[in-house]
Structure formats: structure tokens, C-alpha cells
């Protein structure tokens, strides 16, 4: 087969790794906190976890879950809470106990919890307080036998825990109330597996690690299988991209973004555990002013994002007071980089913003642009060793070089398929194994890849991945509307921001009806920004809304 639309490997570059150097993920973990034991592993709100810390404490709840009544292994266990330290211990807890991670947006609104809770199938739950009464609202809906619940300053030093713990609950008022039939806190779990030392569960590559939730042309969230062996290819390969930048042992990367977000999750907590590097959790990065004190202190050498995650801290009073001497390394992913914005970060910190590019179903890494880049040159970059990258027509045909068509990927990171649903799994996967990403891109001459547009009608809202089916199919469901349309228009800062046009049935209608509706039923980035009536939506000959005439530009 004609190979020509394979990457150039940069000097150095492995065109292969080795993605049977380890049998799991847990395997990955278990040979870090041997190596890097005394080293700092998690870092959040002034407390800090070392290796062997984490070796001790996800020990102990992994024993805890693994005695828990009818959890086997392969069982699915839900993980609902912000970047706080309880997040990579009941992460790495669930794995080392042969369990199947389901990463949850706590930001999920009653509906959508409840369909990831079904589907998955997941029998337990480790959830924040804080979220605590969304839980409640759908649980007996759903297969959740068994809750761990934990509060923001539970793994903070005493007295700080305790006056954490006092003011967000009764002082912020950050905790609704709730109530939950049964229930464990998560210190006591702790306690309790602390007791029994956990078994070693035998894992193996083709085991499902985590089912990382995704949209889908449908609207409806599909369960993406990701299996330890694409997990660990993944965390190889990205090692292997960025051996040049890191330090092992000794670098210190700052996440900021969701770990229950996949290019979190694998690019900082898994890759950087991979290499010994500290993670510094952000727990709420919204809050920009807070985020820059919190890097001031920090002589932090690696950070990922999103673009618009950058142009915040970028435009926050302070940023460009920062200590960015120890900055080696920093990576944009999720959505697209822009230009200005690359350009803004290298001329304040001295470090090139380096875009990648990759999707929850590649686990997720497929390109990079070489670490040795020195500006922004307006593509995702090149595939990742062992990965091969083609331009297919819609017949599957592999153009050249300089045309455009669908991105696709093969590799060893490319997920199991969509968990219970072979109908969409088969939309896109073939049968020669390439995994259809529905983005539209070419390749140059020097093999550097350039997304330019995506197949699918999907919105990216601060790196998430919107789909319009679904906002729509809430919409409708409003008494006042006739019809509706959902699409994506640019925002300032990058990215889109969402808008739906509608057709009134009802002229009381508002856009304020609508909005309020909207945040009742879905996750605050899925809100639409702009409500547009109008008297008719444009359609094909059959009927149906032709979305890319909505748009404004």
C-alpha cells in the first residue's frame, strides 16, 4: 500500500513505540510510585500527595471497593468531581482493582447523569458533595448500588480541612441539600480499606480502562471503550513526543483542565505520572484572578489547555508578572489555537503554544506538532509514532497530498468501539480498521496535518464537543415552540458560543423562557448564547433544516 500520506518524523522521532511495555494502566502507576516515591505526585489547594502517598491511599480504597457487595471486576465505577486530590486516587484506586473508570461531568444536570448512568451500567459512584443532589434526584433510576461521597478540603492537612470543609458547605452555600439512602464518606472508606490490603487484580490490555462519554451525531452520549491498550499506547506515544521537553522526576505540570476530560486525563495525569512529574490540580480555573496567584507561587514547567483557557489567563491582570523561567512546555488541544493568541503566549512567556490535535475516541493524541517548533504555524502538526494518518473521499478512497477530505486514523490508541452500540460503532470504524474522526483536513508536503472544517454539525464550546440534536430535542420540548434549529457561530476568544433559532407556536414566548428552560435540562456550556426567532427555518426539499444557512457568517 502507498504510504505517502504518512508523517515525517522529526530527528529523533521513534516511527514506533512500544505499546506492549506494559499490561495496564495500573501497571504504569504501580511502576511510578516505586521510581518517583518520595518525588510530589499531586498538588492542590497547598497540599501535596507524594508517590508514595498515592501508592498508600489508592491502595486502601481500591481494597475498599473490591469488598463491596456484588462488585466484580470489569464492574463499572463512576467518578463525579472537579480536580481535586480525591480525583486521581479514586481514579487509580478503580483501575488498580480491576474496576472500569466512567469519568462524569459533575456539571451534568439530572437528565444526562441519568443516561450516563444507565448506559454504562456502572454499580458504584464517587461523588463531591456539591453534586450530591443530582445524584439523589435520579439514582433510584439508575444501577448505583453503592456511593462514596467527599467534601472539597477532605484531603487537606487539619485545621484547613475542616475550615475548607465549614465554609463552602454552611458559609458559600455550595452544597444543596440532598439525601441519599445509603452512602459511605470518603475518608471512611479510606479507613476501611486501609484494613485489608487490596488484591492484585490481573489485568490485561484488551480490558476496558475507562468508558469515556462523547457526543455523537444522534445527540445522545456514546460510551467510547477505552481498553488499557489504548490507554498505555497513548501515554507512550506522547512520551515518546515530548522526551525532549521533560525532566523525569522533576518537572511540574499544571492541570487545569477537567480530568474528567480526556486530553486532561491522559495528557497530564497519565503521560506526566508516566515520567514522575508533579500535577498541579486547579480546581475551579474559572476563576482567572485566583489561577494567577496560584501560578505566581508555582515554578511550574509544563501547562495544557484550551485556546480559550489561554486568551483568559493571557487577558488577567498579573500573568505577565509571572516567573515563566522553568516553562518549558506548553500544549493546546480540544479546539483549535488561534494564530494571535499563539503568538500573544510566546512573546509573554518565551514558549511556543504548541497545537495537538486528537478526539476521546483516539484516547486521545493523533498529531503533534514537534516540540522543537518555535511559532505557530497553523497546523495540528504530525501523527504520533506508531499512528498512520490518511485523507479519504467519501468512498474511502486515500488522496494525496493537498486535498482535502475526512481525517482518519489508525493506531494502537484508536478505541474497543462504543460500549453496547455496534450501529454507531460501525458509522466509523472500518473494516480495515481505520476509525473515521469526521473532520475535514489535508496534509502538506512537509506531512503537517491542518484541520479545515468538520464533517458533523458539531459545535466546540471551550474545547467540549456540543452536538445540536440534543440541544434541539430539549428546545422542542417546550410548549411555545414549533421548531427549532441549533448551530455553532465564532466567539471572540475562540471557539463558538451556541446559537438556536426558533419558530414560535406560542408569541409569548421569550428568549428568557428559553434560556431558563435550557439550564434546567442541560450543562451550563451547552446553554445557547443567542436565541433567534423567526417565522421559518430554511430546509432541504425533504424537510430538513439546512443548519449551515443559520449561521450568521
Known amino acids: 500500500m502507498d504510504k505517502a500520506w504518512l508523517k515525517s518524523y522529526p530527528d529523533g522521532m521513534p516511527e514506533t ?60 465505577v463512576a467518578i463525579m468531581m472537579p480536580n481535586v486530590l480525591q480525583n486521581p486516587i479514586a481514579i487509580f484506586a478503580a483501575l488498580r482493582a480491576g474496576f472500569t473508570v466512567v469519568n462524569t461531568n459533575p456539571l451534568y444536570t439530572p437528565r444526562e447523569l441519568e ?37 472539597l478540603g477532605d484531603m487537606l492537612k487539619f485545621p484547613k480541612s475542616f475550615i475548607v470543609n465549614l465554609v463552602v458547605k454552611h458559609i458559600k452555600k455550595m452544597v444543596p441539600p440532598f439525601t441519599l439512602k445509603r452512602s459511605v464518606k470518603f475518608k471512611t472508606a479510606l479507613t476501611e480499606g486501609g484494613r485489608v490490603a487490596h488484591i492484585k487484580a490481573s489485568i490485561f490490555p ?59 486525563l491522559t495528557a497530564n495525569c497519565l503521560t506526566f505520572m508516566k515520567v514522575g512529574a508533579e500535577n498541579y490540580l486547579i480546581t475551579n480555573p474559572r476563576d482567572m484572578a485566583g489561577f494567577v496567584k496560584e501560578l505566581k507561587a508555582v515554578p511550574f514547567t509544563a501547562i495544557t489547555g484550551v485556546n480559550t483557557l489561554f486568551v483568559g489567563l493571557l487577558n488577567t491582570p498579573g500573568f505577565n508578572e509571572i516567573d515563566f523561567s ?17 503568538e500573544r503566549w510566546k512573546a509573554t512567556t518565551g514558549t511556543p503554544l504548541l497545537e495537538a490535535y486528537g478526539l476521546t475516541e483516539t484516547a486521545p493524541a493523533v498529531c503533534i506538532n514537534p516540540i522543537n517548533c518555535l511559532k505557530y504555524n497553523g497546523s495540528v502538526g504530525l501523527p504520533v509514532s506508531s499512528t498512520e494518518v490518511s485523507i479519504q473521499d467519501e468512498d474511502g478512497k486515500i488522496l494525496p497530498q493537498g486535498e482535502s477530505g475526512e481525517l482518519c ?92 433559532v426558533i419558530v414560535k407556536k406560542d408569541q409569548l414566548l421569550t428568549e428568557e423562557i428559553v434560556i431558563e428552560h435550557c439550564r434546567e435540562n442541560l450543562t451550563r456550556y451547552k446553554v445557547p448564547k443567542i436565541i433567534e426567532f423567526k417565522t421559518e427555518l430554511p430546509k432541504t426539499n425533504v424537510g430538513k433544516i439546512l443548519r449551515r444557512e443559520l449561521k450568521s457568517t
Not at 448512568?117 to 433510576?141: H, P, R, W, Y
Open 17 to 76: 513505540v512500544d505499546i506492549n511495555a506494559y499490561q495496564s494502566v495500573s501497571e504504569v502507576f504501580e511502576k511510578s510510585v516505586i521510581r518517583y516515591s518520595d518525588r510530589p505526585a499531586f498538588s492542590n489547594l497547598g497540599t501535596t500527595l507524594t508517590y508514595s502517598e498515592m501508592d498508600q491511599l489508592t491502595g486502601h480504597l481500591a481494597s475498599y471497593l473490591q469488598r463491596l457487595p456484588d462488585m466484580k471486576q470489569g464492574d463499572r
Open 115 to 151: 443516561h450516563q448512568l444507565i448506559d454504562s451500567g456502572a454499580k458504584a459512584i464517587i461523588v463531591m458533595e456539591n453534586f450530591c443532589s443530582t445524584l439523589a434526584e435520579v439514582i433510584d433510576q439508575t444501577p448505583i448500588q453503592h456511593v462514596i461521597t467527599t467534601q
Open 206 to 264: 484488551d480490558d476496558i480502562a475507562f468508558l469515556q462519554y462523547t457526543g455523537g451525531t444522534t445527540g445522545v452520549a456514546k460510551g467510547a471503550m477505552l481498553t488499557n491498550l489504548n490507554m498505555v499506547a497513548n501515554m507512550q506515544q506522547a512520551s515518546a513526543w515530548i522526551k525532549d521537553g521533560v525532566d523525569e522526576g522533576k518537572d511540574i505540570i499544571i492541570t487545569a483542565l477537567p480530568l474528567y476530560h480526556i486530553f486532561s
Open 326 to 342: 522553568h516553562l518549558k512546555l506548553t500544549l493546546g488541544g480540544g479546539m483549535a489555537v488561534q494564530k494571535p493568541v499563539a
Open 409 to 500: 486514523v489508525r493506531g494502537p490508541q484508536v478505541m474497543k468501539g462504543y460500549w453496547n452500540n455496534e450501529d454507531e460503532t460501525a458509522k466509523v470504524m472500518t473494516d480495515d480498521g481505520w476509525f473515521k474522526t469526521g473532520d475535514v483536513a489535508m496534509m502538506d508536503k512537509a506531512g503537517f496535518f491542518t484541520i479545515l472544517d468538520r464533517l458533523k454539525d458539531m459545535i466546540v464550546v471551550s474545547g467540549f464537543n456540543v452536538y445540536p440534536n440534543e440541544i434541539e430535542a430539549i428546545i422542542v420540548d417546550l410548549e411555545g415552540v414549533l421548531e427549532v434549529g441549533v448551530v455553532g457561530e465564532p466567539h471572540p476568544n475562540g471557539g463558538e458560543i451556541i446559537k438556536a
